[in-house]
């Protein structure tokens, strides 16, 4: 987790519970209260246990620098809440889920599901994405958006170290990027995906306005229950099953000890013919189709349409 995720988690959760405190004052009561709260609002177990954790070792550090008597938080005395927690889910897409939404979905939101299925990209760096970031056979991953900042700070590195690199991507997807852009008559710094005023789009807001209306059958039913970015993400690794290290290294995501002995800062040709099986079978045969729609929109459109803020 790097420092700006990090501050961006503390200040979203921690510091608007406490309030303004002075830090000799602090007792387990305000602290505990925090991780219930959070609880009850159903945050992910992994959010609550990098709160304790930090926390605890914040405290730790001031005890050391002899700013406060003892830490209030050690040991086991700040306990992790269980009722509320949201359960970690675990949930991909069959093939046939994948295939039914790469099969509905046309122009923008072809484009997207696409990167999030084959490329692996986490939404906050998927919306993120400027047009020289896309490059011969790759995508770079340099920046990414966070969801508990405004403004300036709403913008920012990915979210660790090891997210900050190249993703290989298919020679057809490649192609349906660049029609898309072209569609959109994008400069080189712009963002690929963006609002009316040419800020990035909103993950949350495209999830629940845009793409679950949009994946709806004839009857508008939904083509899948739970269409979730973390759900894609999942597939993507999942369907890389042939061959492991080609998921860790297109997912970016390791514990460091992982990442020390797999990652790679090239992309290999086996990473490559990996990347292209993947989107082989995730999304057939669809290219064609998609860059006619496309190239037909900017015919059609005085200006980009269909963005959310």
Not at 110 to 126: D, S
Not at 200 to 205: G, I, L, R, S, V
Not at 271 to 277: D, I, K, N, P, T
């Amino acid at each position: 987790m790097t420092a700006a995720t990090l501050k961006s988690l503390f200040k979203q959760n921690v510091l608007t519970r406490i309030g303004p405190m002075n830090l000799k004052t602090i007792t387990l009561d305000p602290l505990q209260r925090v991780l219930n709260e959070m609880a009850q609002e159903h945050s992910s177990r992994s959010q609550l246990q990098k709160i304790r954790t930090h926390l605890k070792a914040m405290l730790e550090y001031a005890v050391d620098e002899k700013m406060i008597p003892s830490n209030p938080a050690r040991g086991k005395k700040l306990t992790m809440p269980t009722k509320g927690v949201k359960k970690q889910s675990e949930r991909y897409y069959s093939l046939e889920e994948v295939h039914k939404l790469i099969a509905k979905a046309t122009g923008r939101e072809h484009v997207i599901l696409r990167l999030f299925f084959v490329a692996g990209l986490r939404p906050g760096e998927l919306f993120a994405l400027r047009v020289n970031d896309i490059r011969p056979g790759e995508i770079l991953v340099d920046e990414a958006l966070k969801q508990a900042e405004k403004g300036k700070e709403r913008l920012g590195d990915p979210k660790t170290p090891g997210s900050e690199n190249a993703v290989p991507i298919p020679q057809s997807l490649e192609q349906e990027v660049r029609m898309w852009i072209e569609s959109q008559c994008l400069r080189k710094d712009d963002f690929i995906f963006r609002s009316k005023v040419g800020t990035p789009m909103d993950p949350k807001n495209y999830l629940q306005r845009v793409l679950r209306n949009a994946m709806v059958d004839d009857a508008k039913k939904p083509l899948v229950e739970d269409l979730d970015y973390r759900a894609m993400r999942r597939t993507c690794a999942t369907y890389f099953r042939a061959n492991l290290k080609a998921a860790q290294r297109q997912l970016r995501h390791s514990t460091p000890m992982t990442t020390a002995k797999i990652y790679q800062k090239t992309i290999t040709e086996e990473q490559r013919a990996a990347v292209e099986a993947l989107d082989a079978e995730l999304c057939p045969a669809t290219i064609s189709k998609t860059c006619e729609l496309v190239v037909s929109q900017r015919k059609e459109d005085e200006a980009p349409s269909g963005l959310v803020n």
